[in-house]
Nanobody, 121 residues
Framework: QVELVESGGGLVQAGGSHGLSCVAS????????MGWFRQAPGKTREFVGY????????SYAASVKGRFTISRDDDKNTVTLQMNSLKPEDTAVYYC??????????????WGQGTQVTVSS
């Protein structure tokens, strides 16, 4: 069992930068790919990006590629989502997720409770 707790949500101006963190419980953090997803009001949850178990590869949705960066610190059981050049359409609840294999699908094994990011124009 893995528990994930996101933090860092808030209100940001368009064009600005903001970072989110997710801390995972347990000693098995290194065995999971870590991902970020988001759900905007009235829309279904969507893939944002993920980082592999080793941290050696990342994958991003086209809508955030070049603006968002995912990194992990295995010593701190933490994964970070750095968001730059934010747009109002990035407004959503952001979720951290863990899965042994990762991928762009929605069926990840473990999910956090989510944290709200609002981008004002």
């Amino acid at each position: 069992q893995v528990e994930l707790v996101e933090s860092g949500g808030g209100l940001v101006q368009a064009g600005g930068s903001h970072g989110l963190s997710c801390v995972a419980s347990g000693r098995t953090f290194r065995t999971y790919a870590m991902g970020w997803f988001r759900q905007a009001p009235g829309k279904t949850r969507e893939f944002v990006g993920y980082i592999s178990r080793t941290g050696g590869s990342t994958s991003y949705a086209a809508s955030v590629k070049g603006r968002f960066t995912i990194s992990r610190d295995d010593d701190k059981n933490t994964v970070t989502l750095q968001m730059n050049s934010l747009k109002p359409e990035d407004t959503a609840v952001y979720y951290c997720a863990a899965d042994p294999f990762g991928g762009t699908h929605m069926s990840w094994n473990y999910w956090g409770q989510g944290t709200q990011v609002t981008v004002s124009s």
